[in-house]
């Protein structure tokens, strides 16, 4: 594999949006997520000049909503500092459509922590108090204030950004364990909304909720059984998300860290996860796709050089299976989370003295 060709493929992303991604404007931050990640996965953040990731830094700030005194609870940040309404509605001003999402929050913090920033200038109490204000009344989370999308992909960037900013605040990590249980079907694996179908992104945002959370021992071992039996069966040479689909890219990652998480993984067919992964490169122009064949997107290329790195590719950076992020970068993260724990503890000791 040459990786050189895949990173430049991904800081092609950093600075300019092909034409055909422009439907994805909005939600600019994953596509910096996965570019800037994927380079660091890739172990190739020096291909990225000193100036750009203070400029890649200042981008997701800019993306930072700070929530008005005794206004929404909306902390958090955005998809991108662009608002395509082609009809405002009349007294329109964008202050009113400002919020933060949970996705963004999660996939912007993680860039911060990638690039080496020290989270000093995040809000982190107005994130966790607007992580908090979205939890709904059955455990799971909307994307935003305003927002109506509600499902397992909340539960799990609500818990990665908890995670990352080490603090829970007032969310009720019972409750959500609640939902997540409710969600576990009959065949093992964990469904979207109650009583769906089971999938393997569900199911992977389920896992590494709980695990993220200190919650894992809330599965039974005949839970555990059939939850790795059920991710087990996803593979088909490389993984599929769900029985009778086909195989794609991505599921090396989805499936694959929840193996990881559950720590069956080695339970899994190496040398044919690896040759259907490499069978979507593009060596030419770099990156990956979902299928063989077909062109590449950022998405499939970043979870399948995270599915490479599960399978230990030489070159790759060990991935955290819960974070999605490179180990480099958890470390770091644990890092400061000492520092600000220390912080605390000056603090509590002046305020005592
Ligand atoms: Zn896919």
């Known amino acids: 594999m040459n990786k050189r060709v895949h990173a430049r493929y991904f800081s092609r992303f950093l600075n300019l949006l092909p034409h055909r991604l422009s439907c994805h404007d909005s939600t600019r931050a994953t596509i910096g997520f996965f570019s800037v ?4 996965v890739l172990d190739s953040l020096d291909l990225l000049s000193e100036e750009s990731k203070k400029n890649i ?40 459509y400002k919020w933060g999402h949970l996705a963004m929050t999660y996939t912007c913090i993680a860039v911060l922590v990638i690039l ?37 992909r909340f539960v799990y960037c609500a818990s990665c950004i908890c995670f ?31 009583e769906n179908e089971s999938h393997g992104g569900t199911t992977f945002c389920a896992i590494a909720a709980l695990q993220l959370s200190d919650q894992m021992h809330l599965l039974n071992s005949k839970q555990m059984e059939k939850l790795k039996r059920w991710l087990l069966f996803r593979q088909d040479g490389g993984f599929q998300g769900r029985p009778n689909k086909p195989i ?15 720590d069956a993984f080695e339970l899994s067919n190496f040398k044919e996860n690896r040759e259907y992964i490499l069978s979507c490169q593009d060596t030419i122009v770099g990156g990956f796709s979902k299928w063989s064949g077909t062109s590449s997107d950022p998405f499939h290329t ?47 000791q002046l305020n005592i003295e």
């Open 37 to 40: 990640s994927g380079i660091d």
């Open 302 to 348: 970043y979870f399948g050089l995270c599915g490479l790195s599960f399978l230990r590719e030489p070159g790759l950076l060990e991935v955290q299976p819960c974070l999605n992020i490179s180990m480099r970068a958890f470390e770091r993260l644990k890092n400061l989370h000492k520092i600000w724990q220390l912080h605390s503890q000056m603090e509590v």
């Open 164 to 194: 990352m900013l080490n603090d829970w605040g007032n969310v009720d990590k019972k409750l959500m364990s609640q939902y997540i249980l409710k969600s576990i079907r009959y065949d093992g694996g964990v469904s979207q909304h109650l």
């Open 57 to 96: 830094i200042d981008w997701i700030y800019s993306l930072q909503v700070i929530p008005k005194e005794g206004g929404l609870k909306c902390g958090g940040f955005q998809g991108a500092t662009t608002l395509n309404l082609l009809d405002p509605p009349e007294n329109y001003s964008t202050d009113q």
């Open 248 to 262: 794609d890219t991505c599921y090396s990652f989805w499936i694959g860290a929840a193996l990881k998480i559950i």
């Open 116 to 152: 080496g920033d020290d989270l000093s200038r995040v809000d982190r109490k107005a994130i966790i108090e607007g992580v908090a204000s979205v939890q709904r009344d059955d455990g799971s989370f909307s994307a935003s204030v305003e927002g109506n999308e509600f499902d397992m």
